[in-house]
């Protein structure tokens, strides 16, 4: 393949919002599907979110488990994947988590329409990438990733980046842990936002598992026409 293995994972409640219209970050599930998350975490090679989940959450993205951290060390990886975030206009701030907490290679997906004096700033603290003209270039860069040696790609959101990659292709599984609780609201982001897919563009799932967690589910899809991460 010329990109990684991709799969998404998230988080959503009964209605399929990821968080409330205030994009405020609600605890869908519970401490067994942390541990799931964590060690998924741990499999992969990279890490991507896109930078509204940054500026709303400011996940750190990082393996929690002292024991999955030493795992990976064991056999030469860093305690964590490389973090990716997808920042088009470069708005990542300075002080995100992403830059505090962890070892590990921390990567900045930029477009050529990102203000130069902000990815100079960026350059003291990532590995830049840039490409694209006004948004970063999702197939060129998961093309680029891969030439990096990142075979395992796992995306964590949010919305708008969820719907960048699907509709571009570029995803073979999606894990979605439907959680006990209505959020509602408008203008709440759902699992993918974007333009949406017309009646002869929708883009058709393989069931391949359900589990129930707690008080939740966890349903496994393949993408139709896509390989298996073996996850």
Do not use: C, H
Request: proline content about 3%; cysteine-free.
């Amino acid at each position: 393949m010329d990109r990684p293995l991709i799969f998404i994972n998230s988080a959503i409640s009964a209605d399929g919002k990821l968080s409330t219209n205030e994009r405020k970050q609600v605890r869908i599930s519970g401490k067994l599907d942390f541990e799931r998350v964590d060690e998924l975490r741990a499999q992969a090679d990279a890490i991507m979110v896109g930078i509204g989940t940054v500026l709303s959450d400011d996940p750190s993205l990082t393996v929690k488990s002292p024991e999955r951290k030493a795992a990976r060390k064991a056999v030469g990886k860093s305690e964590n994947p490389a973090r990716i975030i997808v920042d088009s206009a470069a708005r990542t701030p300075l002080d995100a988590d992403i830059f505090k907490k962890g070892e590990g290679v921390r990567i900045i997906a930029v477009s050529s329409a990102a203000p130069a004096e902000n990815v100079e700033e960026l350059e003291k603290k990532a590995l830049v990438i840039r490409t694209g003209t006004d948004k970063v270039d999702l197939p060129e860069l998961t093309g680029k990733l891969k030439e990096m040696g990142i075979n395992i790609l796992m995306v964590e959101g949010g919305a708008t980046l969820n719907w960048g990659m699907l509709s571009a292709g570029l995803v073979d599984e999606i894990y979605t842990f439907i959680g006990n609780l209505i959020i509602g609201g408008a203008t709440a982001p759902t699992f993918t936002d974007g333009e949406g897919f017309s009646e002869a563009e929708l883009l058709r799932l393989e069931l391949l598992s359900a589990e129930k967690i707690e008080d939740g589910i966890l349903l496994k899809w393949k993408v139709k026409g896509k390989r298996n991460t073996g996850l």
